[in-house]
């Protein structure tokens, strides 16, 4: 009889245990799970590159086969299957739409210049769109902390990603490509917020780019981009001091939200030999200043721009 109460008692302990052991792992995992999908999305993105590395490489292998079929550039194909993927993902997960695309020109060369969000998936998507719909591959000017990345190399050989001097952006120009620039680059990635400043610092070579290739600079902005990829805001002293002696961009990113994302491409500012590269960079950062007043609800807010995701809101007041 004791025997039975005592194992009774001790079952009912391990029960109690177990109820309370399972309810608190339910909390914890009902706590966290925000969390976690919000760190994990942007792997999503990483997912997607590394998809892209795998069509590059096979494509890579079986060159040789599809060289008769491209014979000018045998990356078209490759090039034109990666761009489909990206196609498709920014058309399931964020509604992508490019407005303005007739202000690319279809066979002169140009430099666009881009505002950097957290992580420039736009710019992605862009290049895609440009790829499948207008047949122009964009050159991309990236930092050079991308190219000790795994897998990079391939990306960068296959579309055309170069960590660019002026020399040698102002020539990809002259033999007649479009060549994308970000003025504000990772600095302006890991930075900027929800207020969307432009973060040039002092920088002027694209401008001395356009100049000395006498293009046409086109400025393009994607709406509510920040509230895709967000960087976290707190300790910026701290990260700022380790990017500036690393020169890595380890501020942590989140996101990932389904958000409305559209692409405006605004109108080309056209050569003027007679401006400086200091007039033409002002001249540029005003540009890209207007598309960004004119399209983006400031502060940009994750709601709203999910809300657009679904539901056309009324274009923002002007002044
Ligand atoms: C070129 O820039 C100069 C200096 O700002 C200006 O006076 C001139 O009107 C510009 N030319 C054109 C064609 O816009």
């Known amino acids: ?51 892209s590395v795998l069509i590059l490489y096979i494509y890579k292998l079986h060159r040789h086969r599809l060289r008769h079929a491209y014979e000018t550039d045998f990356w078209d194909g490759a090039r034109k299957t990666v761009a489909a993927v990206w196609d498709a993902h920014g058309w399931i997960w964020h509604g992508y739409e490019v407005s303005g695309m007739e202000n690319i020109p279809d066979d002169t060369p140009a430099l666009i210049v881009y505002y950097h969000g957290a992580i420039p998936i736009d710019l992605y998507y862009f290049i ?41 952006c102002s020539n990809i120009l002259k033999q007649n490509n479009l060549l994308a620039i970000s003025p504000g680059g990772v600095y302006e990635a890991q930075f900027g917020d929800a207020y969307y400043r432009l973060m040039w610092k002092k920088r002027l070579g694209f401008a001395k780019v356009a100049l000395d290739a006498k293009v046409p600079v086109i400025p393009i902005f994607t709406q509510n981009l920040r509230e895709a990829f967000c960087s976290v805001s707190f300790g910026r002293r701290l990260w700022l001091k380790l990017y500036t002696i690393t020169r890595f961009p380890i501020v942590p990113i989140y996101g990932g939200f389904p958000v409305k994302l559209r692409t405006h491409v605004g109108k080309p500012i056209p050569y003027n030999g007679s401006l400086t590269p200091e007039q033409l960079q002002i001249k540029v950062a005003q540009a890209l200043e207007e598309l960004i007043e004119e399209h983006q609800r400031i502060p940009g807010s994750i709601m709203r721009a999910l809300v657009e995701r679904v539901y056309a809101l009324p274009k923002k007041k002007s002044k």
């Open 128 to 168: 895609s769109k440009s790829i499948l719909f207008k047949n122009r591959l964009i050159h991309t000017v990236a930092d050079r902390f991308l190219f000790k990345i795994p897998g990079w190399l391939i990306i960068s050989e296959a579309m055309k990603v170069i960590p660019g001097t002026v020399q040698i």
């Open 1 to 51: 009889m004791l025997l039975q109460i005592s194992s009774i008692v001790t079952y009912a302990k391990n029960v109690t245990v177990d109820y309370i052991d399972l309810d608190f792992t339910l909390w914890l995992t009902w706590m966290l799970t925000p969390l976690i999908i919000t760190f994990l999305l942007p792997l999503i993105i990483v997912l997607l590159l590394y998809l």
